[in-house]
């Protein structure tokens, strides 16, 4: 049963999405697989296998990752310039490393919002 649109938080429902659990009803869950999102939510019956998130979650991941590793890369050449293997060792795999960590969950919060605003997710329509 699908809640009216001015009853769907818009937090509330991305945050559900990110620890990516159902954004209707938090019980169940949103992803099937690593960033495949279940046609049905199995507790409330709610659908998501219509909805698609498109270029958002790695938008985000992007965003995010750098936000992250690009001043680390810089106070670290600033404040103990290491050996260019250091570098080399470190930031591919703490990029790979976050990428792969962030990626389903951005891609929860934007199906929870989509989910909250009703928009149909371009397959429905």
Not at 19 to 35: D, E, I
């Given at each position: 049963?699908?809640?009216p649109l001015d009853a769907r938080p818009k937090m509330s429902s991305a945050l559900r999405g990110l620890?990516?659990?159902?954004?209707?009803?938090?019980?169940?869950?949103?992803?099937?697989?690593?960033?495949k999102q279940?046609?049905?939510?199995?507790?409330?019956?709610?659908e998501?296998?219509?909805?698609?998130a498109d270029d958002a979650p790695p938008w985000?991941?992007?965003?995010?990752?750098?936000h992250i590793v690009i001043p680390a890369v810089l106070h670290m050449e600033q404040a103990y310039q290491p050996e260019s293997w250091v570098h080399f060792a470190i930031w591919p795999a703490l990029t790979l490393a976050l990428t792969m960590v962030l990626l389903p969950r951005c891609k929860g919060a934007v199906l929870g919002l989509l989910?909250?605003?009703?928009?149909?997710?371009?397959e429905r329509a």
């Open positions: 049963m699908s809640l620890m990516g659990a159902c954004p209707a009803c938090g019980r169940g869950r949103l992803m099937k697989s690593y960033l279940v046609d049905r939510c199995a507790q409330c019956g709610e998501y296998g219509h909805m698609r985000m991941t992007i965003l995010i990752v750098g989910w909250s605003t009703g928009a149909p997710g371009s």
